[in-house]
């Protein structure tokens, strides 16, 4: 998820003190859990979605058993550094920041940043200039939320810890609208809160690549996920995941 994750003095310190990387016949693997259709938590208390289906094909390719753990946004890349789990499978943006303190693999999709607005909202221009004066959403510690602040400082930028409070702000009218992922966008317009917005625009970015998280002393683990990324696009396994959650390719 195109999140952005604030990178300091601490986050050194407890890359010092790291576990080894993964045991030879498991993978343990952190996610958010908050983040439909990418990665939630369902009735049954499992994890599900995108980001978890496709760890799992990772670990099936790489033949090694899958443990998939929920860990809070905001301390999902110290608990890499501590040793909770040996790799990040959570939509994370790869970033220039990140990569000061950990290390990425191979893209396994791409990601794009777009606007939702109320369909009355009369608005079509959503350049810096035309949102002026706007109060404009985003979850914190996002892409989306470095980018409004970063390019629209002439909006009222608000950020919320989640995505869905950032939406619940939209449908309620406390916004005149949110930037976010285009998948779970997507998926909460085609809910009956989301029936009261639209798409707006062209997406503002168009290449925001997501990667696989892990610890940079992890080479080998690295390299072997890298192959496996390239095992499931060319098998197939990887388009058949993807079509379960999007009408569209995200690769």
Not at 124 to 149: C, I, R
Not at 211 to 219: F, Q, S, Y
Not at 225 to 235: M, V
Request: glycine share 8%; with cysteine.
């Amino acid at each position: 998820m195109s999140r952005l994750h604030s990178i300091g003095a601490g986050l050194l310190a407890v890359a010092l003190v790291s576990a080894p990387a993964m045991a030879a016949d498991t993978l343990r693997i952190g996610t958010e859990g908050a983040y439909p259709p990418f990665n939630y938590i369902d009735a049954n208390n499992e994890l599900q979605g995108f980001d978890v289906d496709i760890a799992k094909a990772l670990c099936a390719k790489m033949g090694v058993e899958c443990t998939i753990v929920a860990q809070d946004w905001d301390g999902i890349i110290p608990a890499l550094l501590a040793g909770k789990y040996d790799a990040i499978v959570a939509s994370m943006s790869i970033t220039d920041e990140r990569q000061q303190v950990i290390d990425f693999t191979d893209r396994y999709y791409t990601n794009s940043l777009v606007f939702v607005m109320p369909k009355d909202s009369g608005v079509t221009d959503v350049s810096p200039e035309g949102l002026a004066g706007k109060a404009l959403g985003a979850q914190s510690s996002t892409v989306s939320a470095n980018f409004l602040e970063e390019h629209y400082g002439d909006a009222d930028v608000k950020l919320y810890p989640t995505q869905d409070d950032a939406y619940l702000d939209l449908a309620s009218g406390r916004l005149d609208g949110v930037l976010a992922d285009i998948g779970p966008s997507d998926l909460w317009l085609a809910t009956e809160d989301g029936a009261c917005c639209e798409f707006v625009g062209e997406a503002v970015v168009k290449d925001d690549v997501i990667g696989i998280g892990v610890r940079k002393e992890d080479t080998e683990l690295k390299a072997r996920l890298n192959e496996a990324i390239a095992g499931i696009l060319a098998d197939g396994t990887y388009e058949e995941v993807s079509k379960k959650y999007f009408p569209f390719s995200l690769y």
